[in-house]
């Protein structure tokens, strides 16, 4: 994302010391083996977007939050 031009043209017109901070919102989809029968939902997770996609998914970074779970169907 901070590679793009669109990036430091808007960063470029924000005061001194402020930052642009976008929001990843992310799913994959699970099957839930602690539910009744064939249950499964897809987990939804948050993060920022000035942290590198290395860093994002790595269990002990903690920079990825579950947020919650959205049911799927059949």
């Known amino acids: 994302m901070w590679t793009a031009d669109w990036w430091c043209d808007k960063q470029k017109q924000l005061p001194k010391g402020v930052t ?3 929001i990843i919102l992310a799913s994959d989809k699970t099957c839930l083996s ?3 029968g064939d ?3 897809w987990p939804m997770y948050l993060s920022i977007g000035n942290i590198t996609k290395e860093k994002q ?3 002990s970074a903690q920079a990825t939050v579950l ?3 959205l ?3 059949k």
């Open 20 to 22: 642009i901070v976008p």
């Open 39 to 41: 249950k499964s939902a």
């Open 71 to 73: 049911p799927a169907g």
């Open 67 to 69: 947020i919650g779970y």
């Open 34 to 36: 602690q539910f009744q």
């Open 57 to 59: 998914w790595q269990t």
